[in-house]
């Protein structure tokens, strides 16, 4: 990820794609431009406006600005998104798109000249310093921690450390033996990393060169891709070691334990906003937060107050996740239903 880190998705057969998964779990300058393009026509990524009217009962005003909120490719992006398109439409009355794009600088961009409008869900540990340079300007304006507190790293099934101790830890990944256990026909002699989608903020790369490990990181593609080959592996009784974060459904579901990597360090955290590749630590822990367009204000400063005061906690999160990742359930629908049943919690943040 140039950002989010990151960086939170489903399989498949789970339902549809957030990071958003997000996320996270954000996009990393090496990836190809492609891969943080928004979507050709917003509206095609939005949910209907009647999703909102069926859970508040209330309904758009067409006369009032359309607000364009970003949604990123990991699942509990995606549901923040569609809880404030949920409430904003039915009580606010603002037409909403949600909008997908990477979480990456063309997102700042946007905000920046106002095409954008607000996202929900950045992971600070992804911000570039080209990125920060658009909250220094003003263009882009910082709205507050959102509540939940994410936390991206390796992850492997708790029963491969149950048979290989020595794995909990980077430095178990250091021997031959290691990357043998790990290897596929992709990556040969080295041991596979599987991370997951190009665009998300990720330093896997630059970790394992950088700590001289034996290892090949290969892209899923996506998260739902990531979760189905994870199950797959587990199915298999078949290790595997992965990128992936908290909080997710996923992690308590396959029993992923986090792999002990070496701390953060100052010169790490300068290492990643100045994309120079000198990465080798541990990623940290992520205190979530929101940001919105300085031009949202006047367009609608109903809504913008609104996002200020929106806040969801990892627990909100972890609440919904397991429908939608798991049981494949509808976003918008699952949304609602989280409305439907904390209204005391929204009422509040409409004052």
């Known amino acids: 990820m140039n950002n989010k880190l990151v960086a939170i998705g489903v399989i498949a057969a789970l339902a549809m794609a957030a990071c958003g998964g997000d996320d996270d779990p954000a ?15 917003p509206a095609d990524s939005a949910e209907p406006a009647e999703s909102a009217d069926a859970s508040l009962g209330g309904g758009v005003d067409s006369s009032k600005p359309t607000i364009s909120l970003v949604v990123n490719p990991w699942s509990a992006s995606r549901l923040n998104a569609e809880i404030a398109k949920n409430i904003i439409e039915s009580k606010l009355g603002n037409p909403v798109e949600i909008t997908e794009v990477s979480e990456n600088d063309a997102m700042f961009t946007a905000m920046a000249d106002g095409s954008l409008d607000a996202v929900l869900e950045i992971w600070p540990s ?17 709205m507050g921690e959102l509540g939940a507190v994410g936390r991206i790293g390796w992850f492997v099934p708790q029963s491969v450390l149950d048979a290989n101790p020595d794995l909990a830890t980077w430095e178990g990944y250091a021997s031959p033996e290691a990357a043998e256990m790990f290897a596929t026909a992709e990556s040969g002699d080295q041991g596979r990393f599987l991370a997951t989608d190009p665009s998300y903020s990720q330093f896997d790369e630059q970790i394992i060169e950088n700590l001289d490990l034996p290892f090949q990181v290969q892209y899923s593609g996506s998260e739902p891709a990531t979760i189905a080959e994870l199950d797959a592996r587990v199915a298999a009784d078949e290790p595997v070691l992965m990128y992936w974060w908290t909080p997710t459904a996923a992690v308590a579901k396959y029993d992923l334990v986090k792999v002990e990597l070496p701390e953060v360090t100052d010169e790490c955290d300068a290492s990643a906003a100045a994309s120079d590749g000198g990465y080798a630590c541990d990623y940290p822990e992520d205190v979530l937060f929101k940001a919105a367009s300085a031009g949202l204000e006047e367009k609608a400063p109903d ?11 990892t627990d909100d999160q972890l609440e919904m996740l397991p429908r939608f990742e798991i049981d494949g359930d509808d976003p918008a629908v699952v949304a609602s239903d989280w409305v439907e049943a904390h209204q005391d919690t929204w009422q509040a943040w409409l004052s």
């Open 27 to 41: 996009a990393d300058d090496t990836v190809a431009d492609e891969t943080s393009e928004a979507s050709a026509d």
């Open 126 to 142: 992804g911000v570039t310093d080209a990125e920060r340079a658009y909250f220094d300007d003003g263009t882009v304006v910082d």
């Open 303 to 313: 809504v913008f107050s609104f996002l200020q005061n929106f806040t969801l906690s």
